[in-house]
């Protein structure tokens, strides 16, 4: 199984969390860190099997990390989905992740992914890639994604984000 957990803030993402949860196939669980939502979030994400805890809106983001069951963690947001060819490559890094580990020579480097935004009826491309993949122990965040990492390794494939819903 991939040695991945995908962490999620919600917020009354009903209508687009299934779209996200859809394709997270890499991801051995996922985990959603909901903020009171009031809408069907919830019963969404239960129907992908993910695990669920309530927010505390005071807490820094990493108090949530010790909750993964795996030691690496993938961000995403709930208007965002991972496209076929990032899936392919995370099913790869999980695989070599897997060796390495096996190996003794796992390192802690942090990930980073392609975003393409959707901007009406036109598809932007972010300038630098996002780090989105990092050790549970990550303590360099930015809201809830982790911060940018000039010295992160890009994966091939690609994060889109929608707009709405």
């Excluded at 030691?71 to 070599?96: G, K, N, V, Y």
């Excluded at 494939?157 to 819903?165: I, Q, S, T």
Aim: proline share 5%.
């Amino acid at each position: 199984m991939p040695p991945i957990t995908a962490v999620l803030h919600t917020k009354n993402d009903a209508s687009r969390l299934g779209r996200a949860l859809e394709t997270l196939l890499p991801c051995a669980e996922i985990l959603i860190v909901d903020h009171w939502s009031t809408d069907a979030t919830m019963r969404i994400a239960r129907s992908y099997g993910a695990s669920i805890v309530a927010a505390d809106d005071a807490a820094p983001v990493t108090d949530y990390l010790h909750l993964a069951g795996c030691d690496w963690i993938f961000c995403i947001e709930p208007r965002e989905s991972i496209t076929e060819s990032l899936q392919t490559s995370l099913f790869e890094w999980a695989a070599l992740r897997s060796y390495e580990d096996m190996n003794g020579e796992a390192g802690s480097r942090a990930f980073s992914v392609r975003v393409r935004e959707q901007v009406g009826k036109e598809w932007l491309e972010a300038t630098l890639p996002e780090t989105r993949l990092v050790p549970r122990n990550w303590a360099r965040w930015h809201g809830r994604v982790p911060a940018s990492e000039a010295s992160a390794i890009a994966l091939e494939g690609e994060l889109l984000r929608f707009v709405f819903p």
